[in-house]
């Protein structure tokens, strides 16, 4: 296999091959796309988690402590999603749906960044929930942020559901020791195991059991694509690797896609001559 940092690269062609060639394409989004758009991660060095203790962030303590729901709430106030706007990658998977290449998007991210990119929201599967949103833990009653945030700014820290049961208001992102979606995860999995085609942006595919999909596209019998800044644990089972940027990537793989290179003939018209390339080399 051959591995290239560049994303203008023998790598960038190879996708590109691919993605045409491909019939179902799953992509699987992580923090590395976000953090394009200016939303810290988690884990790296100045992530969330260097502020803040994530011990504190379970789902227990949440129910159980006022204190924590205070401390959520503040973070939420202070850190997410405020003035973000997609990227070039969230764009470029948008364009992607519309040249009809898109099977769906299965995201670890809780930012809402694909549908505002353009991406339906009936394709794009929240494994980890969505933070735009409050959920009432008792009637499950849905409050958007902008008027949670509303609440916070009027001194109302420790929330409840005013609009039906006075129950205890969450983030409708996914908290330590929650279970994921029960029906976002069943049907990623579907996606998952029906595509030909799994493409990895900007995870490290260490979180569970999220990085279970890549490997479920794998033992059915797709080809797995990579691009990512760092290594991770499936790049032996890839055919592209990319360490670099997903917008700078993911840009030039659409612009592959649709114009003819300078000899006038398109990658399109290539891959309808010539078949799906092969794309993995020892």
Known sequence: MIMDNSPVSEQTEKLASLLLASRRLVVFTGAGVSTESGIPD?????GLWERYDPDEFTIQSFVRSAETRKKMWRMMAAEFFTHVTPNAAH?????????????CIITQNVDDLHQRAGVPRAKVYELHGNMLWAVCLNCGQRYPMEAIRERLKAGDEDLDCRAACHGILKPAGVLFGEALPERELREATEHSRGADLFLVIGSTLLVYPAAY??????????????INLTATPMDRQAVVVINAKAGEVMSRVVERIKAPDTSGRSLKAEVRQEGPIQTCRD
């Open 42 to 46: 988690f884990r790296s060095p100045g």
């Open 91 to 103: 764009y470029a998977l948008a364009e992607l749906d519309r040249l009809g290449k898109l099977d």
């Open 213 to 226: 999909m890549p490997q479920y596209a794998v033992e059915a019998g797709a080809k797995l694509a990579i």
